[in-house]
């Protein structure tokens, strides 16, 4: 069973700085680009960074300078390191596998970031 789990949210302030982790079981990590996302309330799920199997990297221009996605392979695990967080970085952060069709596997719990001006 394929399970995500998201960790390393809270509350900081304008300017402050998080890292998340996303803890993966029951598929090959290391096979699959990984992808983290986050929704806002009343917002949709939006794509805030990727990470190829190799490493390769790309960033949302919302978060570009100021985020970092990382990986290890060995312990199955994909990193988000947020700095210069702003209050528009508020929502759930979600990470997901990223499949040869461009889906993705079910859903995690998330973790909440809270950003206070």
């Known amino acids: 069973q394929v399970q995500f789990v998201e960790s390393g949210g809270g509350l900081v302030q304008l300017g402050g700085t998080l890292r998340l982790s996303c803890a993966t079981s029951g598929f090959t990590f290391s096979d699959y680009p990984m992808d983290w996302y986050r929704q806002a309330p009343g917002k949709e799920r939006e794509l805030v960074a990727s990470?190829?199997?190799?490493?390769?990297?790309n960033y949302a221009d919302s978060v570009k300078g100021r985020f970092t996605i990382s990986r290890d392979n060995a312990k199955n695990t994909m990193y988000l390191q947020m700095n210069g967080l702003k209050p528009e970085d508020t929502a759930v952060y979600y990470c997901n596998a990223r499949t040869i069709l461009g889906q993705q596997f079910s859903w995690g719990q998330g973790t909440q970031v809270t950003v206070s001006p």
């Open positions: 990470i190829s199997r190799g490493g390769t990297t």
